[in-house]
């Protein structure tokens, strides 16, 4: 429980906590951000890792001139990539093996069924689409790996899609960050945005299992 309330804590004080490690840590922010956001897809063991909400404090703290954009921008896209790349291949290698057992410590095959499924309804639009969507993002390349998509079209879709998402929530924080009313409200913007990253997937799992009862009448 106090590991929960943690993490909690992080996803709602994210501009104390960056703030402080730019302080502490300076140049070496930007290695310390490559590795969360790498972790966040490229271990299918954390999904709970700060998204969307870390890209928009990042931008906004370079919207104050603390971190380089353009460094940002770069260290940001590669992550999630290398993340992505590193997933596929774990699961195109290990992923049937670990499948076949009953239960595996650490993963939850209840998120990767519903990977899974999502993958099997949009294909290789899943590793793009699923940029947007927290734990689904995560489990995404893995799955694509044990199902042997073709690599370059893998990584193409997962160029697209962290191009896309990257630009989208550093650009905002970085022009809107900063404004007085969101300054003043941060917390509640950053709750807003992980409220609105979760909407697709809840929206997701609530449409399949309204299609599992219809199948069942």
């Not at 590991?3 to 501009?15: E, G, Q, S």
């Not at 502490?24 to 930007?30: A, E, V």
């Amino acid at each position: 429980m106090d590991l929960i309330l943690y993490f909690v804590d992080i996803f709602l004080h994210l501009d104390k906590y960056l703030g402080d490690v730019i302080e502490k840590y300076d140049q070496w922010t930007f290695l310390i951000l490559f590795l969360v956001l790498y972790c966040e897809t490229g271990l299918v063991v954390t999904p709970f890792l700060p998204g969307d909400s870390l890209l928009f404090a990042a931008g906004t703290f370079a919207g104050l001139g603390r971190l380089n954009l353009a460094a940002l921008m770069l260290v940001l896209g590669l992550a999630p990539i290398m993340g992505d790349s590193t997933n596929y291949w774990i699961g195109r290698y290990i992923g049937p093996k670990i499948l076949r057992k009953e239960n595996v410590r650490f993963l939850n095959k209840e998120y990767l069924h519903r990977a899974h499924e999502f993958y099997e309804k949009y294909g290789g639009k899943t590793i793009a689409i699923a940029r947007f969507m927290p734990i689904i993002r995560t489990f995404a390349p893995f799955v694509a790996g044990v199902g042997s998509m073709n690599y370059l079209k893998f990584l193409a879709f997962s160029i697209g899609g962290t191009i896309l998402r990257v630009s989208s929530f550093v650009l905002g924080g970085y022009f809107f960050g900063n404004m007085p009313i969101v300054k003043k409200n941060f917390t509640l913007v950053i709750m807003a945005i992980v409220v609105i990253s979760v909407i697709p997937s809840v929206v997701e799992v609530l449409r399949q299992r309204r299609l599992a009862k219809a199948k069942k009448a």
